[in-house]
């Protein structure tokens, strides 16, 4: 926080918010993750692995921001900077380079031309000489982290930090920065996969785990306006272990493709693998199927996937997990229209579950027309009206495998 002039407290019905509002970055993804635009003042931590698509995502915000945005650039030279801008096709004078890696310099010049944003790409290789440890340490990275706070709380000039996720899968080695600064976002993807997902991790102005869907193309970063219809546009149909699950990221509802492949074991223990949701779920998960449901999985390996390379953690995908895999157990597909919802208590219950009517809405719109869904959802839901949809009520695992027809 920017030091001062010592205040008087202040009631808080006196206190004025703060001039300006929100300013739009014109990609409505990184605007729906930030909260609807960038707040002024604002200090944005952006993390990721090397090479995921940070630097092209700011650069992309830079040119359609309006204003200039002072770039520093302590990784890149210029030169090299000037190749990905014509390679994304942009061309504008709003955009300042400046190839530095002294904190002080940084600001010096960043107080001088006064720009309406600032991007620092990135933290980890920017030092302050206050500090005697090489760029890249604890030390570094949290002072400069701090000036960087500073600077922005004082001028009202928001700042774009741009942070390298380590092997630990931590920003800049321990963590930091994330509670110095105002939002953390993630960028995720696979470099096997074209998706990346920009996800929230905190935001002082605005809620959290809310994603962003990009596509990464020869000509940068694309937009994904309907995540939905692409996580299933390659999906399989009358093909057993395969389910359509409704996830909320954050306010978004986005229907993915959940599959299951269980095989007969060759080991002495089974094997048990997840990618895309928590494994511990997964195996509390078959345990209900085993002991409540009498599906026998105790001689079997279990896979399971969720297609696009998300990773999705909410309680609500538990029937999605149990369908893909009592389906694939059974070599019993479901009807390529359907969708299911709810969390799995440990006696076989299916528990209700938050924004249902979001779900279904977003599962109809890309022509969805059956669902399973917990009972007390369903009882919520009796004025909700949707033609040709039909919606099924399940209180348990038994009913909800009765439902499903598998």
């Known amino acids: 926080m920017a030091s001062g002039p010592a205040r008087d407290p202040e009631p808080l019905s006196r206190i004025k918010p703060p001039e300006g509002g929100r300013a739009t970055t014109r990609m409505a993804e990184l605007d729906r993750v930030l909260g609807g635009g960038i707040v002024r003042g604002s200090v944005v931590l952006v993390g990721g692995d090397p090479g995921i698509g940070k630097s092209t995502l700011l650069l992309q ?73 090489a760029p890249g340490s604890v030390g570094q990275v949290r002072d400069c982290a701090a000036k960087l706070m500073h600077f922005a709380k004082g001028t009202g000039i928001p700042v774009f930090i741009v942070g390298h996720v380590t092997k630990e899968g931590m920003i800049a080695g321990p963590r930091v920065l994330e509670h110095i600064v105002d939002t953390v976002l993630y960028f995720e993807g696979q470099r096997s996969h074209s998706f990346r997902i ?132 059974r070599e019993r597909p479901l009807a390529p229209d359907m969708f299911v919802f709810g969390e799995i208590g440990l006696s076989g219950e299916i528990r209700a579950v938050n924004h249902a009517e979001a779900r279904i809405k977003e599962a109809a719109k890309i022509g969805l027309r059956q669902a399973v869904i917990p009972g007390i959802n369903l009882e919520r839901l009796r004025g909700l009206k949707i033609p040709g949809l039909r919606i099924t009520g399940v209180k348990n695992v038994h009913e909800a495998l009765e439902a499903l027809s598998i």
Do not use: C, W
Not at 71 to 95: F, H, N
Not at 101 to 119: F, Q, V
Not at 237 to 245: E, N, T, W, Y
């Open 61 to 133: 915000a830079a040119a359609r921001l309006g204003g200039t945005t002072l770039y520093i650039s302590a990784e890149e030279s210029p030169e090299q900077i000037k190749v990905r801008a014509e390679r994304l096709g942009i061309l504008t004078d709003s955009i300042l380079v400046l190839a530095e890696i002294s904190l002080e310099n940084i600001l010096e010049d960043a107080a001088r031309t006064g720009p309406d944003a600032i991007i620092v790409d990135s933290i980890q290789t920017i030092y302050t000489e206050e500090i005697s440890s």
């Open 198 to 329: 920009l996800r929230t991790v905190k935001n002082r102005f605005g809620s959290t785990n809310e994603i962003g869907v990009f596509e990464m193309t020869d000509a940068g970063l694309s937009e994904v306006e309907n995540p939905s219809e692409l996580f299933l546009a390659e999906r399989p149909l009358k093909v057993s272990g395969s389910v359509v699950a409704a996830s909320m990221e954050g306010t978004r509802p986005v229907l993915v493709e959940m599959q299951a492949l269980v095989t007969p074991s060759t080991f002495s223990v089974p094997r048990r693998s997840s990618l895309g949701i928590d494994f511990q779920r997964v195996n509390l998960i078959l345990a209900v199927l085993e002991k409540v449901a009498g599906v026998h999985l105790a001689a079997t390996d279990v896979f399971l996937n969720v297609v696009g390379g998300l990773k999705l953690e909410e309680p609500a995908l538990d029937l999605a997990v149990a369908a893909s895999v009592v389906s694939s157990l």
